[in-house]
């Protein structure tokens, strides 16, 4: 079964900084990969998703992960980060069947 | 496109009440459709996946006969609370799935339950 790892709880960055936040992935095949954004008390924002092909992934808000098939990582990356952009990122995993598994979640502190 | 609705945004109920909250696919039509629960400050787990005119099939230690879910078209899912008790609160999210090949899951907004 797939499943997602999300080493890092929550971070902590100076506006204007990059930010990278990390997520390991399990799964037999090729995985479909995910990373979404929420604010409090709202919805999921996918803000990049990677499928097959180049394994750099540009997204929304300036965002762009990489796929690293040896390390079954897809970290989630930006230049500099905006103070809007405080909020629980998640990355997810999922697979043929429409099965989705998300990590436990990264909240990302904004300092100005 | 693949626009999903969820009603209501929030819910407030008394104790032993039923609530009912719908998740629609307002642009595609939805083999499958997902509800996941959210506790504060966590992720998402996934509760039952539900196809189109078919049984939920529903993750482990899910109570079927406390989260009653029908998927009764393509286009709409609903997940009914019975009998909810305060232990019931929680942010309740619904996704759709279009037919295969597509492996994405489109998410509503999301339904904050209270129940007091």
């Known amino acids: 079964a797939q499943s997602v790892t999300q080493p890092d709880i929550h971070i902590t960055v100076s506006e204007g900084a990059s930010l990278e936040l990390r997520c390991n992935y399990s799964?037999?095949?090729?995985?479909?990969l995910f990373w979404y954004v929420q604010s409090p008390g709202q919805g999921l924002q996918l803000l990049l998703k990677?499928?097959?092909?180049?394994?750099l992934v540009q997204g929304i808000k300036g965002f762009e992960a990489e796929f690293k098939r040896s390390q079954s990582s897809f970290n989630l990356r930006k230049p500099s980060v905006h103070w809007s952009d405080a909020a629980e990122y998640f990355c997810?995993?999922?697979?043929?069947?429409?099965?989705?598994?998300f990590g436990a979640g990264t909240r990302l502190t904004v300092k100005p | 496109g693949a626009v999903v609705s969820q009603h209501p945004s929030w819910v407030i109920c008394k104790s032993g009440t039923s609530v009912k909250i719908e998740c629609r696919s307002l642009?595609?039509?939805?083999?499958?459709m997902f509800w996941y629960r959210q506790f504060p400050k966590q992720s998402l787990m996934l509760m039952a996946t539900?196809?189109?005119?078919?049984?939920?099939?529903?993750e482990q230690g899910v109570e079927k006969d406390k989260f009653l879910i029908n998927h009764a078209s393509l286009t709409l899912s609903t997940l009914t609370v019975t009998s909810a008790h305060p232990e019931d609160s929680s942010f309740y999210i619904c996704?759709?799935?279009?037919?295969?090949?597509?492996?994405?899951?489109?998410f509503g907004p999301g339904t904050r339950l209270t129940v007091l």
């Open positions: 996704s759709a799935a279009r037919t295969p090949p597509y492996n994405e899951q489109f």
């Open positions: 799964y037999g095949a090729t995985p479909y």
């Open positions: 990677y499928f097959s092909g180049d394994t």
């Open positions: 997810a995993v999922g697979g043929g069947n429409n099965d989705m598994r």
């Open positions: 642009d595609f039509q939805a083999t499958t």
């Open positions: 539900s196809n189109e005119g078919s049984k939920a099939t529903y």
